[in-house]
């Protein structure tokens, strides 16, 4: 039993020596493997942030329409440069920890580019998403922040990246898209400041008191302090679209900013119906 205790004793003994020699003779590596890493980390971050500034600073307030629009412009640049500086710094950071390590990269570059040969014919999904989510970004055909509808889905953009465009809809469900598979997109949201409600009355209702009803909340919530920089036309009575089965449906329209349709809408929704049961009158 001694024996074994003492065996023990000099395995572990011998692992510990081990372990010390190679920290020893490799220690000076570890410091510049320490440096590389909290180096890459900062100069990415400086890098980004400068980035950041030098849009905020080219990118005029008189090229859109509204500072929000202005402000989803610079947020996907940020987003799409934040992620190609971290590639080129970590790439470079990860060449040169192998470089500290002993292992030869040149041999390894030489042949990435013939493997990148290779499988180029087998990434062409790949390319094709990379090069439509350039000209999405180039042509500013949506914005983080704008209400889409892409692929029969509707939602506000979360991000935009070089290969997939992330949506998330009414129910919090969040979608990514490859871009190459975008065809046609709907932006509800840039140069759109029109808003429309369609409610539904019975026949028998009082179409005039309604229509005052309708045009008295829309001005109101037009002078609502909060609204008063959104809403551009307030929400007013625009026609009676049809009448079927005892049923009266109404067109109501109004201008708000870019964006802003589904808050307005709701608010004034909300409204109307405190106004109508005031006057006890029910919509269909």
Do not use: C
């Amino acid at each position: 039993m001694e024996n074994q205790t003492q065996g023990s004793a000099e395995v572990l003994s011998d692992i510990l020596r081990s372990i010390f020699n190679w920290f020893s003779t490799n220690f000076t590596v570890l410091i510049y493997i320490v440096v590389v890493f909290f180096s890459a980390t900062i100069v990415a971050k400086i890098i980004s942030r400068a980035v950041s500034r030098l849009l905020s600073r080219t990118i005029r307030e008189d090229m859109f329409p509204s500072k929000i629009d202005r402000n989803r412009r610079i947020k996907t640049l940020d987003n799409i440069a934040e992620a190609i500086i971290s590639f080129v710094v970590w790439t470079t950071a990860i060449i040169m920890i192998m470089n500290l390590v002993g292992i030869n990269t040149a041999p390894l570059l030489a042949s990435a580019g013939i493997l990148g040969v290779a499988l180029g014919f087998g990434a062409q999904s790949l390319v094709k998403d990379f090069i439509t989510g350039m000209f999405i970004i180039i042509e500013n055909q949506y914005r983080v922040g704008d209400f889409v509808e892409i692929q029969n889905i509707k939602g506000t953009v979360k991000a935009v990246t070089m290969r997939t465009t992330i949506i998330q809809d009414s129910d919090g469900s969040i979608f990514h898209i490859p871009n190459g598979s975008i065809i046609v997109t709907g932006n509800h949201t840039m140069g759109n400041n029109k808003v429309s409600v369609e409610i539904s009355a019975s026949t028998e209702t009082d179409m005039e008191l309604l229509q005052k009803i309708i045009n008295t909340t829309g001005l109101a919530q037009a002078k609502i302090l909060e609204n008063k920089d959104l809403i551009i036309e307030p929400m007013q009575f625009s026609r009676v679209k049809e009448i079927v089965g005892g049923v009266v449906k109404i067109r109501i329209t109004g201008k708000v900013k870019s964006g802003m349709q589904n808050e307005i809408k709701s608010k004034f929704l909300t409204a109307l119906q405190n106004d109508l049961v005031k006057n006890k009158i029910a919509l269909k």
